[in-house]
């Protein structure tokens, strides 16, 4: 059976850390900084050997001896940038904070995450022609799914919108796909609707709040 997938990402970010206090270590340590670095302001499209080992201060060689191509270390850096964020999202959802303050910081990191979203999304392009990566791609996906499950689920049982047509999982479902909507066209340069789509939530969110206030409240 395999391993679920917030574990795969948490066993290869130990393994970074592990091997960071080594030579060897310190050289993947370097190459990984400068792909992330080279990934946002160019792309991978227009990084080679050469310019991402002088960019590491190492021998080109080295690239493909620690990581055998220089795609298996573009899927790395998606990895490694992917266990940041969503340990810093976990932490975000587990503070006891209303939800709607939940909701306003996760959207402030939607909009502060854009470099990792143009190395998610360039990565994710890759894989669309090279199927031996979508595994790797799709993990991510599905861990940043597994993040938010917990905070959803309870804001979906403390506003009561699992009495009508959707689960919990078809809400997360449904944040999840605006979610990457919105980063696509953002990306893409679009922002028409955005403003006005959030405000909207934003009210609605509001009326749940003082919803659940008044339901709360003992009768007597």
Not at 114 to 138: C, T
Not at 147 to 152: D, G, I, K, L, S
Not at 176 to 182: F, I, K
């Given at each position: 059976m395999e391993p679920p997938p917030i574990i795969c990402l948490r066993s290869a970010a130990r393994r970074v850390r592990a091997s960071r206090a080594s030579p060897r270590g310190e050289t993947e340590q370097r190459l990984l900084d400068a792909a992330e670095r080279l990934l946002i302001q160019v792309g991978y499209a227009s990084i080679t050997t050469r310019t991402l080992a002088e960019e590491a201060g190492v021998n080109h060689g080295l690239v493909h001896y620690y990581f055998g191509s220089m795609e298996e270390l573009f899927l790395r850096v998606l990895e490694r940038f992917t266990q940041r964020l969503t340990e810093r999202q976990r932490a975000m959802y587990a503070a006891p904070i209303p939800f709607i303050e939940k909701w306003r910081e996760a959207m402030r990191y939607l909009d502060e995450?854009?470099?990792?979203?143009?190395?998610?999304?360039?990565?994710?392009?890759?894989?669309?022609?090279?199927?031996?990566?979508?595994?790797?791609?799709?993990?991510?996906?599905?861990?940043?799914?597994?993040?938010?499950?917990?905070?959803?689920?309870?804001?979906?049982?403390?506003?009561?919108?699992?009495?009508?047509?959707?689960?919990?999982?078809?809400?997360?479902?449904?944040?999840?796909?605006?979610?990457?909507?919105?980063?696509?066209?953002?990306?893409?340069?679009?922002?028409?609707?955005?403003?006005?789509?959030?405000?909207?939530?934003?009210?609605?969110?509001?009326?749940?709040?003082?919803?659940?206030?008044?339901?709360?409240?003992?009768?007597?």
């Open positions: 995450d854009r470099p990792y979203q143009k190395i998610w999304w360039e990565l994710q392009a890759l894989a669309w022609n090279r199927p031996e990566y979508q595994p790797r791609v799709l993990l991510v996906h599905t861990v940043w799914r597994d993040a938010m499950r917990t905070a959803v689920s309870q804001a979906v049982g403390c506003y009561r919108l699992d009495t009508g047509p959707f689960s919990a999982e078809d809400w997360i479902t449904l944040i999840v796909t605006m979610n990457t909507g919105v980063i696509h066209q953002r990306l893409s340069g679009i922002d028409e609707g955005h403003t006005s789509l959030l405000a909207a939530i934003e009210r609605w969110m509001t009326t749940l709040d003082e919803r659940a206030a008044h339901h709360s409240v003992p009768e007597g």
